[in-house]
Nanobody
């Protein structure tokens, strides 16, 4: 039972900052890719940022230069520092993990966190 625990969502004014954190648990051997997606009601869930192993993170065009994804080396955690937030950043943010291997040998293609709400409003 691999689980992703998320924290850091909340209400912030335009131009403000928030930091989202995600930690995987469940006797994990390795996780290939970790990152964050977001979703607004009525719209498709979209990639915000992710990183495979500890390579260079990739970002959606809409957040480049404002958000920074950090995955400490050889860990199963990931953080998203969100700066210069805009009202259009308002969404439920979901931690995502892909290609998860447990110590016992089980493989999971994809696991999602429960979601944390980020609201950017004055």
């Amino acid at each position: 039972q691999v689980q992703l625990a998320e924290s850091g969502g909340g209400l912030v004014q335009p131009g403000g900052s928030l930091r989202l954190s995600c930690a995987a648990s469940g006797s994990i051997f390795s996780i290939e890719t970790m990152g964050w997606y977001r979703q607004v009601p009525g719209k498709q869930r979209e990639l915000v940022a992710n990183v495979t192993r500890w390579d260079t993170p990739q970002y959606a065009d809409s957040v480049k230069g404002r958000f920074k994804l950090t995955r400490p080396y050889a860990t199963n955690t990931v953080s998203l520092q969100m700066n210069s937030l805009k009202p259009e950043d308002t969404a439920v943010y979901y931690c995502n993990a892909q290609d998860i291997y447990q110590i016992a040998g089980d493989r999971h293609l994809e696991v999602w966190g429960q979601g944390t709400l980020v609201t950017v409003s004055s």
